[in-house]
């Protein structure tokens, strides 16, 4: 539903505002290497405006704080209606490692609806743009889906003293639990 919305809303062209509201700048450099002529987002459309006023779509990165917080709920709403938000990495989409500080209200969730999630710590300019470009049906989704396996607790702890090699095996003797 959101998928056809975005086709028929911006499948041509896709002015982005890049705000960010607390990130360490890895998500930003990478965001703004997207946009560089090497990696050409503008193939797809895709412009990078100064002024949330112009924009369909806000690219977000860092986690909500509070400190910014009130800036960037100004500038979404400053955005013209349709609009889409992208969180870009770990810290927009969880809150990231300082999910629990003090400053940190947690994922930018907290301050703004956010649309789609693109992970990584930063996430790479190519997996920005297949973010972007799959999100707004400018291209299929290639990637199978991945299942994933809840860790089991305790986690055991190996000792260098303990590995024993056998033929082509490494094998450890004992593993602590901890
Ligand atoms: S996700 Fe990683 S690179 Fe991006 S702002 Fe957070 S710590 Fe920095």
Redo the contacts with the bound molecule.
Sequence with gaps: MLKELCQKMFGRSLWVYHA?S?????????VLNALTPYYDAERFGIRLVGSPRHADVMLC???GMRATARALRAAYEAMPAPKLVFA??????GG???FDSYSVLGPVEKVVPVNYYIL????RPEAIIYGVAVALGLMEKKAAPVEFKQTELPIPRYHPEDLRRQGDLVIYEKAEKV
């Design positions: 960010n607390g990130g360490c700048n890895g998500c930003d450099i990478e990165q860092g986690p870009i990495g770990s810290c927009a989409c990231g490692m300082w990584g710590c930063p996430p």
